[in-house]
């Protein structure tokens, strides 16, 4: 079942991106707590982010999508930006990524955005190939930049 996280389901999802961040190897970088996720996905202001979990009954939250909206000038209409996507080892090959890309396709259109997006790891080959088995098509001609850190602040203070 693929329902919208709840504020119960904060320390689940905050152990599961840890556990990805494992995965992609950066480890080091996943300094998120659990008081600023649940800030970010239920704070009194504007949420910065949603979530949606798979819940796989007893077992519990199995998996999970964090995503927000970007806007595309191109289009003239906000997009869904999927920021991660994560199934527990063990439940992988049940279906659960699959409803959890479904349930974000189906709110994308609910939504009136132009278009669903995201990024994968290069190497993630597994990854990739289940994203086009869906349709999704790869950006070849766009690399992602990022500034964060001291290079953040470097140009801040420009």
Known sequence: MIRAAAPSDVPCIHALILDLARFEKLEDEAVVTVEQLAASL??????????????????????????????????????????????????RRAGHGKALL????????????????????????PAIHFYRSLGAQEMNDWRIFRLTGDALLRLAAK
């Open 42 to 91: 239920f704070g009194p202001s504007i949420a910065h982010a949603e979530a949606i979990v798979a819940d796989a009954g007893k077992e519990g939250v199995v998996g999970f999508a964090l995503f927000f909206h970007n806007y595309s000038t191109f289009l003239g209409r906000r997009g869904l930006y999927l920021e991660d996507l994560f199934v527990v080892p063990a439940h």
């Open 102 to 125: 479904r349930e974000l396709a189906r709110l994308a259109v609910e939504r009136g955005c132009g278009r669903f997006e995201w990024a994968v790891l290069q190497w993630n080959e």
